[in-house]
């Protein structure tokens, strides 16, 4: 089955950049798509189809693509960034939607 | 404004049935793909199974195939998950959310309904 690697922590100091990693086979040929899920609240997407964001979401929120490797980059991290994060494909060949394994981003 | 609401949740025994529904509104219900995802108790999201805009087709994860079933009344607004055979490994908050297409991703999501298989 297919599968999606997330880092499963990402650490980062206010005003800083997080960036976390989603590496999977052939991801170049898929559109990425990255939620945001805080404790106890339903998960919230803040970029799709590799670098798009949706209504609301601030700019400070990007995605990337590069090879197997999509990027979120969170810049000028503040205490509301705080949360779960997970990358997402429709993998075409197995008609699946995979999830990554999350990346838990906690602001120093 | 969107809204979708799951129910049906409940605590059951391993072996028996159970079917969830999602109530949805403020957005065209028959124009959108429903999903199910779950997440087992501080686990992350496990997909489990699509139903197309007009109900013509069906995936599922590799988990629940010939377990569960997805089916949904356009007419209703309504999207449905019939869950058979539930084992402990089901146990979950389970997702309904929307998506227009593959490359706009799943851009909505309800709050969730707890499902608890335990004997």
């Known amino acids: 089955s297919y599968v999606l690697a997330q880092p499963p922590s990402v650490s980062v100091a206010p005003g800083q950049t997080a960036r976390i990693t989603c590496g999977g086979n052939?991801?170049?040929?898929?559109?990425v798509h990255w939620y945001q899920q805080k404790p106890g609240q339903a998960p919230l997407m803040v970029v799709y189809?590799?670098?798009d964001r949706p209504s609301g979401i601030p700019e400070r929120f990007s995605g990337s693509k590069s090879g197997n490797m999509a990027t979120l980059t969170i810049s000028r991290v503040d205490a509301g960034d705080e949360a779960d994060y997970f990358c997402?494909?429709?993998?075409?060949?197995?008609?699946?939607?995979?999830f990554g394994s999350g990346t838990e981003v906690t602001v120093l | 404004q969107v809204h979708l609401v799951e129910s049906g949740g409940d605590v059951v025994q391993p072996g028996r049935s159970l079917r969830l529904s999602c109530s949805a509104s403020?957005?065209?219900?028959?124009?959108?793909?429903m999903h199910w995802v779950r997440q087992a108790p501080g686990k992350g999201l496990e997909w489990v199974a699509v139903?197309?805009?007009?109900?013509?087709?069906?995936y599922y994860a590799d988990s629940v195939t010939g377990r569960f079933t997805v089916s949904r009344d356009n007419s209703e607004n309504t999207l449905y998950l019939q869950m058979n055979s539930l084992r402990g490994e089901d146990t979950a908050v389970y997702y309904c959310?929307?998506?227009?297409?593959?490359?706009?991703?799943?851009?909505?999501w309800g709050q969730g309904t707890p499902v608890t298989v335990s004997s």
């Open positions: 189809d590799d670098n």
């Open positions: 997402q494909v429709w993998h075409s060949r197995s008609n699946h939607y995979v």
């Open positions: 403020g957005f065209i219900f028959s124009s959108y793909a």
């Open positions: 959310a929307r998506e227009l297409s593959v490359s706009h991703g799943i851009d909505f």
């Open positions: 052939n991801i170049g040929s898929e559109s």
């Open positions: 139903m197309s805009y007009d109900g013509s087709v069906e």
